[in-house]
Structures are given as structure tokens and as C-alpha cells.
Nanobody
Framework: QVQLVESGGGLVQAGGSLRLSCAASGRTFSTLFMAWFRQAPGKDREFVAGINKSGGTTLYTDSVKGRFTVSRDGAKNTVFLQMNSLKPEDTAVYYC???????????????????WGQGTQVTVSS
């Protein structure tokens, strides 16, 4: 079993920055593909960013490319999401997700992930 605990959400003005953290425990961190999803009120949960087990490959949804950066620290068993130039449309609950085995076709699919954090609220005011 894997436990994921997010932190770092909050209220920020448009154009500002936030850094989300997700601490993982219960399994060797290097065996986990890690990702961030978000869900706005009334909308489906959507993929934001992902990082492979070694940290050498990252993937982003088009709307955050150039603004968000996903990274991982093996020594701290933590994955980060640095969010810059935030926009009101980035407002959502952000979730950390993890899985042991994914394919290219399932990386962006929420139901493909076995482990989820509790979520952290990010609110961007205009």
C-alpha cells in the first residue's frame, strides 16, 4: 500500500506562484510513476503533469506547459509541482497520484492509478 500526502495549496493572485508537494510512503519511491491531477467544481478530474520513475521524463497537459514544472526527490520520497504564472482557470483541487505500472496510453487516465492523495485546494484570484 502507498500513502500520499499533499501540501502547499492556497490562495494566490493571478500571475503568482505556488509549489505543491506530495510525500509518498509505504513502497520504494523509485518504483512509482508519479502524477498530478486536478479537478475543478463540476468538471472531470484531469491530468496535469507526470514524471517517470527515474525522473528523466516528464509530461504535461498543454494548458500548463511552460508554466508548471514537475520534479521528484528520491532522498525525500517527494514529488513537487512548481506552478508559475497562475491563472484563475488553474483553480481546482490538486491531487497527487501514483502507480507501479502504466502504459503510454494510460498515463493521463485517472482510473489507471491505484494510489491517490487527499487533495489540496489551489485558488487563483483575478
Amino acid at each position: 500500500q502507498v500513502q500520499l500526502v499533499e501540501s502547499g495549496g492556497g490562495l494566490v493572485q493571478a500571475g503568482g506562484s505556488l509549489r505543491l508537494s506530495c510525500a509518498a510512503s509505504g513502497r520504494t519511491f523509485s518504483t512509482l510513476f508519479m502524477a498530478w491531477f486536478r479537478q475543478a467544481p463540476g468538471k472531470d478530474r484531469e491530468f496535469v503533469a507526470g514524471i517517470n520513475k527515474s525522473g528523466g521524463t516528464t509530461l504535461y497537459t498543454d494548458s500548463v506547459k511552460g508554466r508548471f514544472t514537475v520534479s521528484r526527490d528520491g532522498a525525500k520520497n517527494t514529488v513537487f509541482l512548481q506552478m508559475n504564472s497562475l491563472k484563475p482557470e488553474d483553480t481546482a483541487v490538486y491531487y497527487c497520484a501514483a502507480d507501479l505500472a502504466l502504459t503510454i496510453g494510460t498515463i493521463k487516465v485517472p482510473r489507471a492509478y491505484d494510489y491517490w492523495g487527499q487533495g489540496t485546494q489551489v485558488t487563483v484570484s483575478s
